[in-house]
């Protein structure tokens, strides 16, 4: 059968019990209390017909609730697809579509996302901290005595969906198991070291494999979680000091507003250990002269189930470190053969970390899994020391990393298309001081017409998340093309990408 997230829970029961395991902002949880509450949840979504292998969606920002809704899914062998609360409501009306959820459970920030999708074909529906509305339950009143005997979960059992590229506005969810899952939260302990003294600062979303996967890591250290329910750098750098946080994740722009936050409020930071995540080199130089932190990154992917490396930044300047120990990585070429030392390819993953596939894609399937490995879409060398250096993804599956979210141009290209005056556009990603890489959208208008930069902006976010739109436009006569007629996305790059 093998260990599920819910067999942790029992462990850090038996053995700690009384130890703190999560902090929210008005409550906190032993390891006896999460337990005892997640038991009595899981009884209740039992008894209101939540089988193993049903889906479960919650749309909330991080808080108590959010753990104990993963392990009362643990314990009934659910499935639970955190949905990104950046999305617009046609996105979240995708994310559904796709899940097909027994349960949708929202709090109120995110309420109004739902009042322009069809929720009524849900059958179970549950708001967080508010009253109920009609056709809604309370979360609280969700729990009920444990009595129920529970089908037995496997380790190789779905357990999250994680939402990953969106193709063509249609949404596509890694599926990770249980195993996945505590591979990967072994991983991180093993890696920095990770104890039952350790606090980790959950302040990136849970439905972000990073903020997932350093949380569920934490609870199986032993450790606590101090939950910040949205990010905010003075309460973050307040809660740090007051809950002696060791760790926390960082992407653009959040070191830099941590360390500005820092300085202002006089925090001292003197329980900081790690930092795990992406920066700016000054920035980490900065972390690192005024704190006694280290900064780790590493490679990764939701497909992954996050890193398959990991590395001090200060031991090998540049790489993203060397494949951990549960994973297996290599550089292919086209024809799936391995390049020599030094060479670029299309960096291939095998091992425990591998997820267990798109749900419900089996065409991405088989051409993700070809060869026999992972394909993911990115390009590295290995060095003779076997150290990974990565150098952005494969052309056809660009991506655009921006403040720690993924954009995919295919997304962004989509919704300005839909206007009238556009014959053509590409989206690029371009550097950005603040959030690392920013959106660019180089325009090719139809003979005659004319755009404004926000009616492009305004065609991006009724579409999709407000993330997503360009925060650079360039409105051109004619886009480059290849001798095949294709718009030339090198070029493009070349031509506009260094502005």
Known sequence: MGQTFYTILQENARTSGTK???IGSSDSLTYNQLLERVDRLAEGLNQRGIASGERLCLLAHNAIESFLLFGACARTGAIIFPINWRLSS???????????????????????????????????????????????????????????EFPVVKADDAFVLLTTAAVEGVPRAATLTH??????????????????????????????????????ATLQAGGANIIQERFDPADAV???????????????????TLLEA??????????????????????????????????????????????VTLIDVREKPGAVGKPLPAAELRCFDEQGNEVPVGAPGEIVVQGPLVFQGYWRDEDANLYAARHGWHHTGDLGRFDEEGYLYYLGRKPEKDLIKSGGENVYPAEVEFAIASLAQVSAVCVIGVPDETWGETVMA???????????????????T???AAYKKPRRIQLVEVLPRTSEGQIDRAAVKATYGGE
Not at 100 to 126: C, F, H, Q, Y
Not at 189 to 214: E, K, M
């Open 179 to 216: 195993a996945n899952i505590l591979t990967a939260s072994d991983q991180l302990i093993d890696g920095l070291g990770l104890t039952p003294d350790d606090r980790h600062l959950a302040a990136l979303p849970l439905f972000h494999v990073t903020g997932l996967g350093l949380s569920l």
């Open 20 to 22: 703190i395991a999560l």
């Open 238 to 256: 307040g809660l740090m000091d007051q809950h002696q946080v060791s760790l926390l994740a960082s992407f653009p722009p959040v070191l830099a």
């Open 262 to 307: 820092r300085e202002a409020t006089g925090a001292t930071w003197d329980s900081l250990r790690y930092v795990l995540g992406l920066d700016a080199p000054e920035m980490i130089q900065r972390l690192l002269a005024e704190s006694g932190a280290s900064f780790w990154t590493g490679y990764g992917q939701s497909e992954t189930s996050g890193v």
């Open 442 to 460: 180089v325009v090719e208008l139809k003979p005659g017409e004319t755009l404004t930069d926000q009616e492009v902006i305004e065609a991006v």
């Open 462 to 464: 009724a579409r999709i």
């Open 90 to 148: 046609a996105e979240v009306q995708a994310v559904l579509n796709l899940a097909e959820p027994k349960m949708v459970i929202v709090d109120a920030a995110n309420l109004g996302t739902l009042e322009s999708i069809e929720v009524d074909s849900i059958p179970l529906r549950a708001i967080i901290g508010i009253e109920p509305q009609e056709g809604w339950l309370s979360f609280d009143d969700l729990s009920q005595e444990a009595v129920s």
